[in-house]
């Protein structure tokens, strides 16, 4: 029982650092432009498939094709961040609706490019066990990056809170006629919070694509749960993100070791509403 | 008809009320007046209940409002406006009344509206996009026409007169007389200028900092030293 | 005064649906098929742009609504012996019911209300597979019985499924247009825009956006209903597909949801379209063009087609981009 | 390299789409052409679009070898629609291709597509066959024109008959929640129980990544001697990977379809080691007999890759509908449904899939499948003895 316990609090918690990683682009943005971009999950998506292509083709590790990854999913989430940018009218609700159409795209082109086969590194490594004083076990990959997501998330807090472009995107996102009086042009900053999701996503992607396996459909699933996850974290709060990936992630092993894995799902579900509903602003949100 | 016991509201700490007490007796016209921020619009939201206060108790009619939804009270007798006009958006001015007098008044009433668009001069203008199709004063006219198609029995108006010339001013004052003679209203008017409000009410209320600081007539009320200081100190500008 | 200029034109439209289209396509059962899986699309495009265009409310978990009626309706056929009509109705209130659920998501705000209908429909798609008993689980229920006979006309057919579901989507487009013209949607419209100032003339916002919500989801649900006899097989996966949310989005969007004609003239369009032409000419992955589509007319013409086309038939008319003046949408 | 193949299979789809269509309007111009228009829908894409491919190749092979075969008297096309996993989409396809006058349908995948998709070539008069389902419901539909060469309890016969050499007493089934993979669950768990093993169940959803908290529950509180995994193949690779990492005391971890596949012994190696599955044919394929060799040597020609289990089933219920069609033709020169069914329900067959013989309803009772294990580069088949190319590995797991 204790046993079974503690596992379930590791798998969540490091699954809760994956999460978390997933998530921190979607609240970047959300935070920044009141933009809920529903490719997100699409763009990770492609960079795990990035890496595929490379470790097939060049044999590279998928550590080794995270340069690659970063330019074509930070290329590919300017290029949405320009297509968003040119909406006028209601922007919230039609950027949605636009990025939920980049988001078709994208899962159709790459399941154009590379089939609908699962896809998983062969890179044996990063599977191999982890485990600490028998009893609680993982794989390395899961370790590896949570790690990576931990730091990630503190470059992304450090530079939000202490370097000059990130005190500009925070000064946007609460006032941005302000910032513009300030002389912070908006535009960039808010462009180059989309690069910054795209490259917290390419991070996630690589990260999905060493612990587990992907396929084209997984994209909308990978939204869902970051935005589960932004919303449960409030908006603005980088601390949060991390809490509230860690508590769903617990939330779901214990689920699934408890009651019954097929609830796993469900358990997250109503978690969002109840946040929704009862503390909209979440549980570390400013506002 | 109106009475406020000990109302305070605060924002995150910010006292925008604090402790207001105040009675308006039906049929009177009472001018509210103080500098920016005061705490006057703050008032309005309270009686019309756009949100509930922090503390005290606010009666219409003789009954508690408690934390009635604002738009119970409208249907129950309390028309409002706003200093900024807020038509309703993607309909005709004569929607905009036929809306308010559907929800507010619970019936439809051709010949009222008539007479609201023809007291208010707009009329001509009945069939135009709300939103996008008038001039100020007439957004203002608007504004008091929804707040009538209502049929209140307490009707609060926020500087709706602010912003006009003095000529148009002098005009939409003597309309709103007009129109509290014919429909047999209570009027509270927030208004900055002195003028008016000694043309429109025989009691004015003075607000500072969220309290009440003198009420009797505007004679009186302006000698007030204190409501001197007050708008040397900062309304001046 | 809107309807007396375009009656003519209405009955045009009728006399063409009801008796040109079987007259030309009766025969070749495929392509009724496609119409009819077309007309559904379109059936639940006009529910979810009602809720959009009156209620001010873009939810993107209209599948939910569609699964229930579907299940309520297949499962009274299945298990109580109701005769298929009224069960359909059935199913239809009992999408109302769930969406009784759903009230609470009406606090929240633009996306925040999009995304928690979204999880509705997840949350019913889990029970539906967990309540075995009832729904049959993850299996599904098999051999739903098909539409009865009535006066004369067999609706098992493909011409009747047709005519059945045409008047259905005919029978919301009123129910649409008759809300919208009345007081009721005069006060829903303005609520988009100007939420606190109809409120204060003392029109009961939440209530009214409640009721639309209610109405969308019945009528959703009686689309979701039909299709359950129509295929004759549920199972959860199908019932609360995100294809019941994502198409009648696209369509309604593509069509102009803030029109009545708009979302079914966009589900014939889209679906028709990529069914003859973008199948063809990609075998897979064609559902990219419905992304490119829903994206592109976002960006150029959020109003829907019929003003796209329009504006560009009076491109001298016009002065700048403004959108949606109100004449527009009337 | 893959994406290449993708290309080649594109054009190859193209090809046969435009065969087909000249086909159907040869056949619609001569009503006694000796030239056959089969009609198939496949998922290609949507979440079923990998084994719809797979059939979909199959298929395409099948016709290809009966072009060859019955060269100078008749040829063969297929029409195929891709049905995106979507029923309205299978029945507008059926109709679609019906209207065509096509012969007769292949194809199919999923049970809840092949339902409705059957019952409009019922409707049409065509007789449909397919491997796709495996749902007991689809042949107790009173059909007289469906047929089916598999079925679930093919599946569960094997999986069932596996258990019971390896003399375990207690099996702990993890299943997803899917329509297919439930019922393959309740199937397995009956038959175990009868015979007297424990069982356990864990239903999983779909969207699951992580199964060690599953896994974990299996190692410390079911401690059985073996694992069932019924799912897909994202869900194997979980499944396992969690079972590498806990290594939970258990003498075999058997799954059933998608498993004991080339592609997954080439794509997860290490990890798929003494992992059973359902498998025809050992890998690399030994294919005995000159039909199975024709058979492999034409997939990879037209395909570039080594056929798996998805294409054999396309294959072997593609020759059987186009045998029959054949004999149904050539006694009166016309071609009716009714008579091709009876041929179906006529055939005896010794085919890549083992015995076909079609009861009244369409189903094929002496199908069952066989039992492969990953060893090494190799699936060999462990299960039924009479099939075996080696004895199994017991127990053994990946770890």
């Not at chain 2, 969220?210 to 100190?233: K, L, M, Q």
Request: hydrophobic share 50%; glycine share 10%; aromatic share 8%.
């Amino acid at each position: 029982m204790v046993e079974l316990t503690l596992q379930a609090l590791f798998s969540g918690l490091l699954a809760g650092g994956t999460y978390a990683t997933l998530a921190l682009g979607l609240a970047l943005v959300f935070g920044t432009m009141r933009i809920i971009n529903l490719a997100h999950g699409e763009l990770v998506l492609l960079a795990a498939y990035v890496a595929f292509e490379m470790e097939r083709s060049a044999g590279l590790n998928p550590l080794a094709s995270i340069p690659v990854a970063l330019v074509v999913v930070g290329l590919t989430a300017l290029a949405i961040y320009l297509a968003v940018s040119r909406i006028r009218t209601d922007r919230e609700l039609n950027s949605l609706l636009l990025t939920f159409g980049v988001a078709i795209v994208l899962t159709n082109l790459i399941l154009i490019v590379w089939s609908a086969d699962i896809r998983s590194t062969s890179s044996g490594w990063f599977l191999e066990g982890f485990v600490i004083a028998d009893t609680l076990f993982s794989m390395r990959s899961e370790v590896v990056f949570f790690g990576v997501g931990l730091a990630l998330i503190a470059a992304t807090w450090w530079w939000l809170n202490h370097s000059w472009l990130g005190r500009a995107l925070r000064a946007v996102s609460s006032n941005r006629d302000a910032a513009l009086l300030m002389g912070v042009n908006p535009a960039l900053v808010e462009g180059l919070s989309f690069v910054v999701s795209g490259v917290l996503a390419t991070f996630s992607g690589i990260a999905i694509y060493c612990a587990t396996v992907v396929f084209p459909a997984l994209g909308h699933n990978l939204t869902i749960k970051a935005f589960v996850i932004t919303v449960l974290a409030g908006m603005g709060s980088v601390p949060g993100v991390l809490i509230g990936a860690i508590l769903i992630g617990m939330g779901e092993s214990l689920t699934a070791t408890f009651a019954k894995p097929s609830l796993q799902e469900l358990t997250a579900m109503v978690v969002f509403l109840l946040i929704l509903f009862l503390r909209p602003r979440g549980l570390f949100g400013r506002r | 008809m109106l009475a406020l016991e000990s109302v305070s509201m605060n924002f995150g700490g910010v006292a925008a009320l604090s402790d207001v007490t105040l009675a308006v007796a039906e049929g009177e016209t009472l001018g509210l007046v103080g500098p920016n921020g005061a705490g006057k619009t703050t008032l309005f939201n309270l009686i019309s209940g756009v949100f509930p206060p922090s503390s005290g108790r606010i009666a219409f009619a003789g009954r508690p409002l408690g934390r009635a939804a604002n738009w119970k009270r409208a249907r129950q007798g309390i028309g409002r406006t706003f200093q900024i006009p807020q038509p309703l958006h993607e309909l005709t001015v004569r929607e905009n009344l036929t809306v308010a007098q559907r929800f507010g008044a619970g019936k439809r009433d051709e010949a009222r509206l008539d007479e609201i668009l023809e007291l208010l001069d707009l009329a001509d203008k009945q069939h135009v996009d709300a939103a996008h199709g008038l001039a100020l004063t007439e957004q203002k006219a608007l504004e008091v026409g929804k707040a009538l198609a209502v049929e209140p029995r307490l009707l609060m108006l926020d500087e709706v007169l602010g912003g006009l010339e003095t000529s148009a001013k002098r005009a939409f004052g003597g309309t709103l007389m007009t129109v509290k003679e014919r429909f047999g209203l209570t009027m509270i008017v927030i208004e900055h200028d002195i003028e008016t409000i000694r043309t429109l009410c025989p009691r004015a209320v003075v607000l500072n900092f969220g309290r009440i600081i003198a009420d009797g007539t505007p004679e009186a009320v302006f000698r007030d030293p204190e409501v001197v200081r007050s708008y040397t100190g900062d309304a001046a500008a | 005064m809107r309807a007396a200029p375009r009656t003519p034109l209405v009955l045009a439209v009728l006399l063409l649906a009801y008796v040109a289209v079987p007259l030309a396509f009766g025969g070749q059962d495929y392509v009724m098929s496609l119409i009819i899986a077309a007309l559904t699309i379109g059936g639940i495009a006009v529910a979810w742009a009602l809720l959009g265009n009156l209620g001010g409310l873009v939810s993107f978990g209209h599948a939910a609504f569609f699964g229930v009626g579907a299940y309520v309706s297949a499962l009274l056929t299945l298990d109580a012996g109701w005769p298929v009509l009224p069960a359909m109705l059935a199913g239809g209130l009992g999408a109302a019911v769930a969406s009784v659920a759903t009230l609470p998501a009406l606090r929240l705000r633009g996306p925040y209300f999009a995304l928690a209908i979204l999880a509705y429909a997840h949350i019913f798609k889990i029970l539906a597979v967990e309540f075995e008993s009832v729904t049959g689980g993850a299996g599904g229920l098999l051999s739903i019985p098909g539409f009865p006979t009535v006066l004369g006309l067999e609706l098992g057919s493909k011409v009747g499924a047709y005519c059945l579901i045409l008047t259905i989507v005919l029978a919301w487009m009123a129910v649409y247009a008759a809300i919208r013209g009345s007081t009721w949607g005069l006060a829903l419209r303005a609520m988009h825009d100007s939420e606190l100032a109809t409120r204060v003339v003392g029109v009961p916002s939440t209530h009214l956006k409640a009721l639309m919500l209610l109405v969308s989801a019945f009528m959703t649900g009686v689309i979701g209903a039909f299709n359950a006899h129509q295929i004759s097989f549920l199972d959860p996966d199908y019932a609360f597909s995100g294809e019941w949310t994502v198409l009648p989005i696209a369509a309604a969007i593509f069509g102009g949801y803030r029109t009545v004609w708009g979302p079914v003239i966009g589900a014939l369009a889209v679906y028709l379209v990529d069914q003859l032409v973008f199948k063809e000419l990609m075998p897979s992955g064609h559902q990219l063009i419905f992304g490119l589509l829903l994206g592109a007319m976002i960006l150029w013409s959020p109003q829907g087609l019929l003003p796209l086309i329009s504006r560009l038939g009076l491109r001298s008319g016009e002065g700048g981009d403004k959108e949606g003046k109100p004449g527009a949408r009337a | 390299m893959r994406q290449s193949r993708f290309i080649k299979g594109l054009a190859a789809k193209s090809l046969i789409a435009g065969i087909a269509g000249l086909g159907a309007v040869a056949l619609a111009g001569t009503a006694a052409a000796e030239d056959f228009a089969l009609g198939s829908h496949v998922p290609l894409t949507g979440k079923l679009a990998r084994v719809g491919t797979g059939m979909h190749e199959g298929i395409a092979v099948a016709v290809a070898l009966a072009n060859e075969r019955y060269a100078g008297r008749h040829s063969f096309s297929v029409e195929t629609i891709d049905d995106e996993t979507s029923p309205a989409k299978a029945v507008a396809a059926v109709e679609k291709l019906a209207a065509d006058e096509v012969v007769a349908f292949t194809g199919g995948y999923g049970s809840n597509i092949i339902g409705p998709a059957s019952e409009a070539a019922a409707k049409a008069d065509k007789v449909y066959i397919t491997s796709g389902g495996v749902a007991p419901g689809l042949t107790e539909r009173g059909m007289t024109g469906f047929f089916r060469i598999n079925n679930s309890a093919g599946y569960g016969k094997a999986m069932v008959g596996l258990f019971d050499e390896m003399g375990v007493e207690k099996v702990a089934i993890l299943f997803s929640n899917k329509e297919a993979t439930s019922g393959m669950a309740k199937y397995v768990e009956k038959h175990l129980e009868e015979a007297g093993v424990e069982v356990t169940m864990h239903e999983f959803d779909g969207s699951t990544t992580d199964f060690k908290p599953i896994m974990n529950n299996v190692k410390l509180r079911d401690r059985p001697d073996a694992v069932a995994m019924i799912g897909y193949e994202n869900d194997y690779v979980g499944i396992l990977r969690a079972g590498t990492v806990l290594k939970p005391d258990v003498k075999a971890m058997v799954g059933v379809w998608s498993l004991a596949t080339s592609q997954m012994n080439e794509e997860f190696h290490d990890l798929v080691q003494n992992v059973y599955g359902t498998s025809l044919l050992p890998y690399p394929v030994e294919f005995q007999g000159e039909e199975a060799q024709a058979f492999a040597a034409k997939y990879e020609e037209l395909h570039g890759q080594k056929p798996d289990y998805l294409g054999q089933f396309g294959y072997v219920q593609t020759t059987l509908l186009v045998d029959a069609i054949v004999r149904a033709f050539e006694d009166d020169q016309k071609i009716e449904a009714g008579e091709i069914a009876e041929e179906l329900r006529a055939v005896e067959a010794d085919t890549l899939i083992g015995d076909v013989v079609f009861d009244e309803k369409g189903d094929n009772p002496s199908f069952s499948h066989r039992m492969g294990q990953h060893r090494g580069d190799r699936v060999e088949i462990v299960w039924p003895k009479k099939a075996q190319t080696a004895e199994m590995n017991f127990p053994a797991v990946p770890w």
